[in-house]
């Protein structure tokens, strides 16, 4: 699978340019066989350094390597995949906080889903 498409590298790429800023997660990573999720906001002028959301069993934020990820090999010819289904409207602190709170990211995804269901619910009254 391909991780970054060139409509998601230029929107990481964009907001790297503009580090520092609260964004929101542009693409979710995952392990299709165990541990590890990472939701990516930014993407260095280097085109491998990401920066997010990283859970490898205790949620962080930080760098992570594009290399690194795509180089993984996992049993049954597996190998770090891209969550096509993914899509948020929350801030990178949004999710930080929600993985801190419930444990990982995955556990998160119901909190933020619930937020945002919130904040649609609130903006529609």
Do not use: Y
């Amino acid at each position: 699978m391909i991780l970054l498409t060139d409509e998601l590298r230029e929107r990481l790429l964009a907001n790297g340019r503009n580090a520092g800023s609260d964004h929101v997660p542009v693409v979710k990573f995952f392990n299709p066989l165990g541990d590890g999720v990472w939701l990516a906001t930014e993407l260095e002028a280097d085109g491998d350094t990401l920066f997010g959301l990283a859970d490898l069993g205790d949620p962080e934020l930080g760098s992570f390597s594009l290399l690194e990820m795509t180089s993984v090999c996992l049993p049954f010819g597996m190998g770090i995949e891209r969550d096509i289904l993914f899509a948020t409207d929350m801030q990178l602190s949004v999710w930080a906080e929600a993985a801190h709170q419930a444990g990982s990211i995955r556990a998160a995804e119901r909190i933020v889903a619930s937020v945002a269901r919130s904040r649609r619910e609130g903006s529609a009254s």
